[in-house]
């Protein structure tokens, strides 16, 4: 790339949740953005392209065509469509095989993004030398992937990888917690709910950091982190389920109590899941700066103006 030219930078899955906010960031960063998803919907901050990382063929000719001096390899699945386990495998796994050859070829700095599921049920707050014990399909297979990024590494590719824990913010599918509850809060307030909220296990805890605060750290990481290490991004402040929900209560402009669901408790649920991000930390100044409270807000402000 000449010199004074802006990056150019790939996101796979940058149709997803985190994908706009890192778009966004990197936009702002002065990178010029290609985002790869199964659709090639239309972006304000990259260039769209359809983009299936389980096909090898198509992940090496998109990258040979784009010519990315970096990649964030966002592309995953958390619940499978079809409700088939090998899905799991099929991207998180081999998906994330596929980037990894394709930048080999290229040259391209790859950020494997996992998650914090690897460690699965552990108790206290961890760090990236706890074990790695997934208790489901989805941890076991981003696991597998965490661990395939270190052969490229070593052998000389620029691979950084990182372990978010859970993440939230404006426009998140009610498909997780946070924004299910402030999805319901929404309904309830213009009357298309029953004054209830349900949940599953209130006891369940999690470290809750912005997405904003999230996608500020891949870039700083891929540049600046050690070749072929691993970093957890997390607050560090556990958070029950019973916690949250009175937060996102305290907030309601009407009554509203509590009901939990057994449908809603998840057979391999893990009990807590709180993380130290002092490595990060060390390595390139990064922490989080967005309150929870400030995020809930946020998130409520956005759900409630669907309803206006």
């Known amino acids: 790339m000449p010199e004074g030219e802006p990056i150019r930078v790939l996101i796979t899955g940058a149709g997803g949740f985190v994908g706009p906010y890192l778009a966004r960031h990197l936009t702002d960063l002065g990178a010029k953005v290609w985002g790869?998803?199964?659709s090639e919907d239309t972006a304000e901050n990259y260039r769209a392209m359809t983009l299936d990382v389980t096909?090898?063929?198509?992940?090496?000719?998109?990258m040979q065509e784009v010519r990315p001096g970096e990649v964030?390899?966002?592309?995953?699945?958390?619940r499978p469509a079809s409700g088939d386990t090998a899905a799991f495998y099929a991207v998180?796994?081999?998906?994330?095989?596929?980037?990894?050859?394709?930048?080999?070829?290229t040259g391209a700095a790859v950020l494997v993004v996992g998650s914090a599921y690897v460690y699965g049920a552990q108790t206290g707050t961890l760090t990236e030398r706890a074990e790695l014990k997934?208790?489901?399909h989805y941890g076991a297979s981003k696991?597998?992937?965490?661990?395939?990024?270190?052969?490229?590494?070593?052998?000389?590719?620029?691979?950084?990888?990182?372990r978010p824990f859970n993440h939230v913010g404006p426009g998140q599918s009610p498909d997780f917690l946070l924004p299910t509850l402030v999805q319901q809060l929404a309904r309830i307030e213009v009357g298309a709910l029953e004054p209830v909220i349900k949940l599953g296990n209130l006891d369940s805890v999690r470290d809750f950091t912005d997405v904003r605060d999230i996608v500020r750290a891949y870039p700083k990481l891929l540049r600046e982190g050690k070749n072929g290490d691993v970093y957890n991004l997390a607050s560090g402040r556990g958070v029950s389920?019973?916690?949250?929900?009175?937060?996102?209560l305290a907030r309601a402009r009407r009554e509203i109590r509590l009901q939990t669901e057994p449908a809603r408790v998840r057979a391999t649920d893990i009990p807590e899941l709180v993380g130290d991000a002092g490595?990060?930390?060390?390595?390139?100044?990064?922490?989080?700066?967005?309150?929870?409270?400030?995020?809930?807000?946020e998130m409520l402000t956005f759900e409630r103006a669907k309803y206006v």
């Open 279 to 297: 490595h990060a930390r060390e390595a390139v100044g990064w922490t989080p700066e967005i309150p929870l409270e400030t995020t809930l807000d």
């Open 72 to 78: 964030y390899h966002l592309a995953g699945v958390t």
């Open 241 to 248: 389920v019973r916690e949250l929900a009175e937060m996102v």
């Open 55 to 62: 096909d090898a063929a198509q992940v090496a000719r998109v």
């Open 134 to 136: 997934p208790v489901n």
């Open 36 to 38: 790869g998803g199964l």
């Open 143 to 162: 696991a597998a992937a965490d661990l395939a990024g270190l052969p490229y590494a070593l052998a000389g590719n620029r691979v950084v990888r990182v």
């Open 92 to 105: 998180n796994l081999h998906g994330t095989l596929n980037v990894l050859e394709a930048a080999q070829e």
